[in-house]
């Protein structure tokens, strides 16, 4: 008589040694996206993307979804991560490096900021008081970062938003004669460093050496004058206009409205040109020959950013991604502890100057 097939406890040992099989879940699974006001996801700015499962590690997503990271960042301009467990310095370095591998330092300076980590600064260390207007990371420079991190580590109490502008709508808003203007004249930006009122040209350049400044000025194409008492003048002229590598959009891009003496406080002004004259504030901008530009024309610029400005409040945690050509940041008054983190990736380099 034929044995039939052992059906005991052995024939289970197929199923023992068998692999499980992985979970796979699509990215639009693991996460969602959406608005933090009632726009639908094609219209948010910024885009919001929070986890669908608990414990999502995001570097470890961000790494397996680059590509659609910068599709949507390039679709919406900014991308507002939150829900997500970063915890640190460290895991929002991870995360930034997870998208774009090579981080920057920070060179030719234009506001004092403290290194916490490799390439990880501190924002802005201004008082607190104090409204940093609407503007793109280093427009003032011949080259700048093309992505931006802000990671929200401690929340103020109140006020210290991070209001956002999305610079495709802007560009469109303004005057067609100043664009027309500023597209034939460029501006010009002067800075006095060693004033004893603004950064030395040791912390804007970041080096004790004057060869190293006068390479890099050689590279950048900005004149420099040495004068007495350790005093640096620093003259470039920049673009107005920048556009984008990938979606070839051009936007509104310089530090004009940000440099220029109309910027500051009327009293802080009188002061400051009771002693020095337009040339030699610390910073200033003129237009590319030489010739001075109107204050007015640079009001309807901050007006401008001011009523496009889109704002929310920090929550511990939040990771918000710019893209530094299609929107403009800035910061509100705050009082209490405030800890926002920066990161930049992806130098671009103007070569039409």
Not at 150 to 156: D, I, M, S
Not at 171 to 176: S, T
Not at 310 to 320: A, H, P, Q, S, Y
Request: glycine share 6%.
């Amino acid at each position: 008589m034929t044995k039939k097939p052992n059906s005991g406890p052995a024939s289970f040992s197929r199923f023992g040694s068998a692999k499980r099989q992985a979970l796979r879940l699509s990215p639009e699974e693991l996460i969602r996206f959406g608005s933090l006001t009632d726009d639908n996801e094609k219209d948010a700015f910024p885009l919001l993307v929070e986890p669908n499962i608990s414990n999502l590690n995001l570097v470890s997503w961000a790494q397996g979804h680059r590509d659609l990271v910068e599709s949507k960042l390039c679709d919406h301009g900014v991308i507002l991560f939150r829900g997500f467990k970063v915890e640190g310095v460290d895991q929002f370095q991870d995360f930034a490096r997870a998208v774009s591998k090579g981080l920057l330092d920070y060179t030719e300076r234009a506001a004092p900021r403290n290194e916490v980590a490799s390439n990880v600064y501190t924002s802005t260390e201004f008082p607190p008081d104090q409204v940093i207007p609407l503007h793109h990371e280093m427009s003032y420079s011949h080259n700048w970062p093309t992505k931006l991190w802000f990671y929200c580590a401690v929340a103020p109490a109140e006020g210290g938003r991070t209001p956002i502008v999305d610079d495709r709508r802007l560009v469109e808003l303004i005057d067609p004669a100043i664009k027309k203007r500023f597209a034939e004249k460029k501006i010009m930006y002067i800075r006095n460093y060693g004033q004893g009122v603004d950064l030395t040209w040791q912390e804007a350049f970041q080096t004790e050496d004057r060869s190293v400044v006068e390479e890099y000025a050689r590279k950048s194409r900005m004149q420099l004058e040495w004068r007495d008492d350790n005093r640096l003048c620093a003259r470039s002229v920049r673009q107005v206009f920048a556009t984008h590598p990938k979606t070839g959009q051009t936007v509104w891009f310089n530090h004009a409205h940000m440099f220029h003496s109309s910027n500051m406080p009327a009293a802080v002004r009188e002061a400051l040109l009771a002693e020095f004259s337009e040339d030699e504030l610390p910073r200033n901008a003129f237009y590319g020959d030489g010739s001075p530009i109107e204050g007015s024309i640079l009001g309807e610029i901050r007006e401008l950013y001011e009523k496009e400005a889109v704002r929310f409040t920090w929550k511990e945690g939040d990771v918000m991604m710019v893209d530094n050509f299609l929107a403009s940041h800035g910061r509100e008054p705050f009082t209490g502890p405030r800890k926002i983190l920066v990161a930049m990736a992806e130098l671009y380099e103007n070569t039409d100057l």
